[in-house]
């Protein structure tokens, strides 16, 4: 038997392994992918959250309408909060 064949013998059934092995990477992207998605959607969520408080902080329209704006940007950081979740949620799926 040649030294080629007999290499082919044993590197055959390595490759399939070496193969097979590497399907489980894929799903791995995946959760990096979305453990990604999560942290971008965090992170605008805070700048958009600290922009609102700037704003709140130097208010000097009176006290009405700097509660109204106040409590506007508090509806507008819950609905993100809700539609990340929304997003993540079916991501999962």
């Given at each position: 038997?040649?030294?080629?064949?007999?290499?082919?013998?044993?590197?055959?059934?390595?490759?399939?392994?070496?193969?097979?092995?590497?399907?489980?990477?894929?799903?791995?992207?995946?959760?990096?992918?979305?453990?990604?998605?999560?942290?971008?959607?965090?992170?605008?969520?805070a700048?958009?959250?600290?922009?609102?408080?700037?704003?709140?902080?130097?208010?000097?329209?009176?006290?009405?309408?700097?509660?109204g704006?106040?409590?506007?940007?508090?509806?507008?950081?819950?609905?993100?909060?809700a539609?990340?979740?929304?997003?993540?949620?079916?991501?999962?799926?």
């Open positions: 038997m040649s030294t080629s064949r007999t290499l082919r013998r044993c590197f055959l059934p390595l490759g399939a392994i070496a193969l097979l092995a590497g399907f489980p990477a894929l799903g791995r992207a995946d959760e990096v992918k979305l453990d990604a998605e999560k942290g971008a959607h965090d992170v605008r969520r700048v958009k959250k600290g922009g609102h408080r700037v704003e709140e902080a130097t208010c000097t329209a009176g006290e009405a309408r700097c509660t704006r106040k409590l506007k940007h508090r509806v507008q950081e819950a609905g993100d909060r539609g990340d979740s929304l997003n993540e949620a079916q991501d999962k799926k």
